[in-house]
């Protein structure tokens, strides 16, 4: 079970605009072999949908929870769904 691919349904908030947050979520899920994407939302959140094997999920995580040097983040919302597979890579969404 540990072998199979996971989803990440993620929220984050605080000040995670403007701070190259999308651009970190980027660098750490390709670094983690991660497809999916990221994008801002109008309300001033991030939201971001990963698939992956859920060890490297769960490290895509802590990172939305710490966020790049200049961000702050006060709430991450997560939540777990099964996997579509309809990801080839990892991207920047247009706000939504």
């Known amino acids: 079970m540990e072998h199979s691919i996971n989803r990440l349904h993620a929220t ?6 403007g701070v190259s947050f ?3 979520v980027v660098e750490q899920a390709q670094r983690l072999d991660l497809k999916g994407w990221v ?4 309300d001033g959140s991030v939201e971001v949908i990963a698939e992956g094997l ?3 999920l ?3 995580l802590l990172a939305l929870n710490s966020g790049p040097p ?4 006060t709430q991450v919302t997560s939540e ?3 996997a579509t597979g309809e990801f080839t890579s990892f991207w920047m969404r247009s706000t939504g």
């Open 22 to 24: 999308r651009y970190f």
């Open 54 to 56: 859920r060890f490297d």
């Open 70 to 73: 200049m961000s702050n983040v």
């Open 12 to 17: 984050i908030e605080g000040r995670v605009q």
């Open 39 to 42: 994008r801002n939302r109008n």
């Open 58 to 60: 769960d490290q895509l």
């Open 80 to 82: 777990w769904l099964p």
